[in-house]
């Protein structure tokens, strides 16, 4: 069983910053560094979304509305990963999530934090 935890959330106004953090523990703490990380948000009535992923070797994927604003980093000795957001919009208010997204060969499934609240107001 994986455990993410994240911080790092609050009320932040319009054009600031925030960084968020996801710390893993559980079965993933020895192979962390080869799970996909991933960290996504989500509004009331609205799916789901992706806002950023870094591989297992780095790699990195951003939604197109966070392109040149977020940054995702990971710590594979700290087993955390982490998300810098600047520049910060009304419309980045939501419950962000981290995700810990195993590579097939392990069958096993992905595992979820239980989310942080990013509020971006003034």
């Known amino acids: 069983q994986v455990q993410l935890v994240e911080s790092g959330g609050g009320l932040v106004q319009p054009g600031g910053s925030l960084r968020l953090s996801c710390a893993a523990s559980?079965?993933?703490?020895?192979?962390?560094?080869?799970?996909?990380m991933g960290w996504y948000r989500q509004t009331p009535g609205k799916q789901r979304e992706l806002v950023a992923a870094?591989?297992?070797?780095?790699?990195?994927n951003y939604a197109d509305a966070v392109k040149g604003r977020f940054t995702i980093s990971r710590d594979n000795a700290k087993n955390t990963v982490s998300l810098q957001m600047h520049s910060l919009k009304p419309e980045d208010t939501a419950v962000y999530y981290c995700?810990?997204?195993?590579?097939?060969?392990?069958?096993?499934?992905?595992?979820w934090g239980q989310g942080t609240q990013v509020t971006v107001s003034s």
């Open positions: 995700n810990a997204d195993p590579p097939p060969r392990l069958g096993v499934f992905g595992s």
């Open positions: 870094i591989t297992s070797g780095g790699s990195t």
């Open positions: 559980g079965n993933i703490f020895s192979i962390f560094s080869i799970y996909t």
